[in-house]
């Protein structure tokens, strides 16, 4: 039994070591310890592509993130039988090489290395198997008529193609196929225009993300670039669309063909970064003179500067949109820039941003409030949120997630962060009814606050001192027209009837104007008619006179009707409730399973409740109940506002809740 799990044991670490994305390893092969050796093809069965080099960056482990092979030019005879097609490739790791044809038109007589080879379908496309090395590819593609097009693998970067003997110049092709015929674009000579743009991360690794941006025009061919990679740099991916490889001597190999191509190269640095000296172009490769390279620092590890090199506007340089917020540089061969550190990380300034959004719902009977905070921001230092006092946070969750709120320095209560991006809610409690108080309360600092003060019935916002903008606040709300209106009122009724009248007048438009604006304009219309009945002669005018002023006091009279039936609408809102839990639930709506009992209980004994309330003299209307409970709870659903479930429990309006009215 041990023996047995000695062998696996060693037959694991020899995968491991096989599996390693060693570039150098690449060329050199494994060295596989004595013991090790026989292991091989176990360790590797179904995993050979870890053979291969590694283009990537980020699967190590995914075969798509490994080129097992480097297709050569595809050589393409065709007339009028069929079409014939030889190609050199080499092969990294056993594998299977897709072949020019598809189902209607099927290689035949294919040879490897002048021996013949069993075409299959692998990937629905025919394949046949290689061993690992170079090899010579040849077969042919039978049929009665030439086709139109012949289906190619999308692999191939060069198509050499002959029609009837001639050669075609340029080919017209898509991914996966090539025309049989002439072009029909106008010769094109060979050229290649070379843009290359950098974005150097100041990381731990510091990381250089290379594009190169090519425009080909003419024949498919082999090109150079680079090289592309500065002293000290080794690469760890390459995206390409075209087949593309680093040579050893740094430069980037590609099969290109006419069209605009786009190609990024990723690199990590060996060293912390310092200073950078951009590549000397090769003798014969063709890139242009200068580059544009991006700095992306990384305040929160260091404070660093460029020094050496000239910066330049990234949108007049053409900088990708997604690195243009970066400062850009211009680089000629041979230059230097260097990344000199001012100073390591930030020390105690704070990082964190976070926006708040609150909901504050104020007690009934005034001694505290109930919070809700909709927390969102980013986090780079201090993996945890804090809520000074008064604040008393008493839980948290993110999206469906409770949080475990736990106590934090000086006994604090907060909860621990785990990403940078902050998405979270937080209820609690504020034990305090007045006198100044923290606005934000959390512990980080704040870019954005918000808060949406809800207030019992029958109370108003007198004041809110300190905030931006407080629109329902009463003292706020007051315009200069406002008390212009007001201040007129009070002077026409000092002229008419004297102080005592102005000053009961300035009195009850102070607390009523806000309440109803119009009220203020019929106090101002009913003293303008009785000035004029009073001052006017006997006859038909004093008669239209003391209409006006009739008609402008029954309209007074009108407005303040719902002044006079507030109180008795206060009966429709009364609830009894045991002394023990109506001071915890305070100003919050009962939770769903208390008003399906409210509801079952006022339609089984509604009729009674409503004769017994009678007979003590208040005011029953079932149906204003009603209402008046049903708009409330859905107020409380549009906010997700807080509901309370028992003593010291509460939960937010769960989302697509019914509700039984």
């Not at 091989?40 to 995914?62: H, I």
């Not at 090109?223 to 690469?235: N, T």
């Amino acid at each position: 039994m041990r023996s047995i799990f000695v062998a696996a044991a060693a037959a694991l670490t020899l995968a491991s070591l096989l599996a390693m994305p060693a570039h150098s390893a690449l060329a050199e092969g494994v060295e596989v310890p004595p013991g090790l050796k026989g292991w091989e093809g176990w360790a590797l069965d179904g995993s050979e592509f870890v053979r291969c080099p590694y283009v990537s960056g980020l699967e190590p482990n995914a075969a798509a993130s490994h080129a097992c092979s480097w297709p050569g030019p595809l050589d393409l005879d065709a007339n009028g039988d069929g079409a014939r097609f030889n190609q050199q490739v080499h092969v990294y790791a056993p594998g299977w090489l897709e072949l020019a044809g598809d189902g209607d038109h099927w290689p035949q007589d294919v040879r490897v290395d002048s021996a013949s080879a069993s075409v299959v379908e692998h990937g629905g496309r025919p394949s046949v198997h290689l061993d690992a090395g170079s090899h010579s590819v040849a077969g042919r593609l039978p049929w009665t008529q030439m086709p139109e097009s012949i289906a190619i693998p999308s692999s191939v970067g060069i198509v050499r193609l002959k029609v009837n003997g001639e050669r075609v110049a340029f080919p017209e092709r898509e991914s996966d196929s090539v025309r049989l015929g002439a072009s029909s674009r106008a010769t094109q000579s060979n050229q290649i225009d070379v843009r290359i743009y950098r974005k150097l991360t100041d990381s731990v690794p510091g990381m250089l993300a290379s594009r190169v941006l090519l425009q080909v025009s003419g024949e498919a061919r082999e090109e150079f670039v680079g090289p592309l990679l500065p002293e000290g740099f080794s690469p760890v991916g390459l995206r390409t669309p075209l087949p593309a490889r680093l040579d050893p001597d740094g430069r980037l190999r590609v099969q290109v063909r006419a069209g605009s191509w786009e190609i990024e190269l990723a690199a990590r640095a060996a060293t912390v970064l310092g200073v950078l000296k951009m590549p000397v172009p090769a003798k014969g490769g063709r890139v242009d003179a200068a580059e544009v390279w991006s700095f992306e620092p990384a305040d929160r590890l260091r404070v660093t500067s460029i020094e050496g090199v000239a910066p330049i506007d990234p949108a007049q340089a053409n900088v990708p949109a997604e690195w243009q917020s970066l400062p850009a540089y211009r680089l000629e061969p041979g230059a230097e820039m260097r990344v000199v550190e001012r100073s390591r990380g930030f020390g105690g300034q704070d990082l964190n941003r976070i926006q708040v959004e609150r909901d504050l719902w104020r007690d009934f009977d005034g001694n505290g409030y109930t919070f809700r905070d909709r927390v969102s921001g980013s986090m780079q230092q201090r993996w945890r949120l804090d809520m000074a006092a008064p604040y008393l946070l008493q839980g948290a969750r993110a999206g469906d997630q409770p949080l475990l709120v736990t106590r934090g320095e000086e006994g604090r209560a907060g909860v621990e962060v785990r990403s940078p991006g902050v998405q979270l809610e937080g209820t609690g409690r504020i034990e305090r009814s007045s006198g100044a108080m923290p606005a934000a309360g959390w512990d980080a600092r704040i870019a954005s606050l918000g808060i949406t003060l809800h207030l019992p019935p029958g109370a108003r916002l007198l004041a809110a001192i300190g905030v931006d903008e407080p629109p329902s606040a009463w003292l706020n709300r007051w315009r200069l027209l406002d008390i212009f209106v007001v201040l007129l009122v009070a002077a026409a009724a000092f002229r008419i009837a004297g102080w005592p009248v102005a000053a009961l007048a300035v009195a009850a438009l102070t607390l009523a104007h806000h309440e109803l604006h119009a009220l203020t304009w019929l106090y101002l219309n009913l003293l303008v008619a009785m000035a004029l009945a009073s001052a006017v002669a006997q006859g038909r005018l004093r008669f239209w006179a003391n209409a006006w002023r009739n008609a402008a006091f029954a309209l007074v009279l009108v407005a303040l009707v719902p002044f006079a039936l507030y109180p008795a609408n206060l009966a429709h809102n009364l609830v009894l409730a045991h002394a023990s839990c109506n001071g915890d639930k305070s100003s919050l709506l009962a939770d769903l399973p208390h008003l399906d009992a409210w509801v079952e209980r006022n339609e089984n004994h509604g009729d009674e409740i409503a004769g017994q309330l009678r007979e003590t003299g208040i005011a029953v209307d079932r149906d204003s109940t009603t209402g008046i409970a049903r708009w409330a709870y859905q107020r409380a659903a549009s906010s997700e506002a807080l509901l309370w479930s028992g003593r010291g429990v509460t939960r937010p309006f769960p989302k697509g809740a019914a509700l039984p009215f």
